[in-house]
């Protein structure tokens, strides 16, 4: 067991794995994490599953048994990842209970290429819990624009979301603000709330990776100063907007009708640069009522020379706007850099659904030939 997880856990930190596997699944490993690093959740997108589908043989027998069955590439896609989901589901089932259906949660993502497409993304959501088809499922939809009233559309039909791909402070509001409408307009149909859950995923690193870019392009010690410290800056003002989003009177109303918090996720908390601590963005993000949702890599350095202080969040803001409000000194725009971010972020997902596509294609191609 390791202690700097389990004091990770104990400060009210959800501890998820950001990867599955068909492989993780039925070797056993998934259940290894559960009892021995204190994981209570998982978390998926197109990239995992693009490279879990390109190794090893865990997933032949399936695609031979859809190859037989002649189903399309989608179709395929649709059955091999919701079978995975399902699966992960199940083991998470008895945290998933005992959490009150906090935690136990696994997340699937519509196709990122609907991510500008509102009634495309809302019809997915539907399919996919319709398909996944259990309590503890999370439906993952992107914080783009257009993605917003799919939030609600979602909430409001009593489908459990994780809301994704969310970078800066602006559009965090706008989600937060997509989840109340949601959860009235359920309240209105008679749906019970209490049964809703949500997270917000606001990444972290990537911050950083654009931040420092433009900070070396400037290259004066000012600048140099600031390098890795604008996700963590931003990060903690995004829990204050949190603070006060639930602490508002139009909260209280939705919480005395048995409403769930929609609680941050910090996601893309493994470094991205090799010079910073590799513990960075889940040592100085601790703080009560949130996830981390992490690769393994980094959930094993937590593991093996974390240390965990306790919460390292409350009480940052004015530090955390300093150091935003100096990087705009420089001449740096937060709204482009968070712009940037949100353009590439999907752009990424895209290529990585291709990927998946292509790996599938040949797959079901190769089946159907021997």
């Not at 190794?55 to 989608?74: F, I, N, P």
């Not at 969040?313 to 971010?341: C, K, M, P, Q």
Request: charged share 25%; with cysteine; net charge negative.
């Amino acid at each position: 067991m390791s202690e700097a997880l389990k004091a990770l856990a104990d400060a009210g930190v959800s501890i998820w794995l950001d990867d599955l596997s068909r492989e993780r699944l039925d070797s056993g490993n998934l259940v290894k994490l559960v009892d021995e690093w204190h994981v209570t959740g998982v978390t998926t997108n197109p990239t995992i599953f693009a490279a879990a589908l390109s190794k090893g043989s865990a997933y032949d027998q399936q695609v031979k048994e859809l190859a037989a069955e002649g189903k399309s590439t989608a179709e395929a896609i649709r059955e091999i990842t919701t079978t995975d989901v399902r699966n992960a589901c199940d083991v998470f089932a008895d945290i998933h209970k005992a959490t009150g259906g906090v935690d136990g949660r696994v997340s699937i993502e519509v196709e990122p290429g609907l991510a500008h497409d509102t009634d495309a993304t809302v019809a997915q959501a539907k399919e996919l819990w319709a398909k996944v088809d259990r309590p503890n499922v999370l439906i993952k939809i992107p914080a783009t624009l257009e993605g917003l009233p799919s939030i609600t559309a979602a909430i409001s039909e009593g489908i459990s979301v994780n809301v994704t791909l969310i970078f800066g402070l602006d559009r965090y509001k706008g989600v937060m603000d997509a989840y109340f409408t949601g959860l009235e307009q359920a309240a209105e149909k008679g749906i019970d709330l209490s049964q809703i859950q949500s997270v917000a995923s606001f990444f972290v690193s990537r911050v950083d990776t654009e931040y420092d870019k433009r900070l070396d392009e400037i290259g004066t010690e000012e600048a140099k100063g600031l390098r890795s410290k604008a996700a963590i800056a931003n990060a903690r003002l995004a829990y204050e907007a949190y603070e006060e989003a639930f602490s508002s009177d139009r909260w209280k109303a939705l919480e005395a009708k048995g409403a769930n918090v929609q609680r941050p996720l910090w996601a893309s908390t493994g470094v991205k640069d090799p010079n910073l601590p590799d513990t960075l963005y889940v040592t100085e993000l601790v703080v009560a009522n949130t996830v981390n949702t992490m690769p393994e890599k980094t959930m094993a350095a937590v593991a093996d020379h974390g240390v965990i202080e306790g919460d390292k969040v409350t009480g940052t803001a004015a530090d955390a706007h300093v150091i935003i409000d100096s990087l705009r000194g420089l001449g740096i725009s937060y709204e482009d850099v968070i712009e940037t971010l949100e353009r590439e972020g999907v752009e990424k997902f895209d290529v990585s659904w291709g990927e998946l596509v292509e790996t599938v294609d040949t797959a079901l191609k190769a089946a159907s030939a021997s």
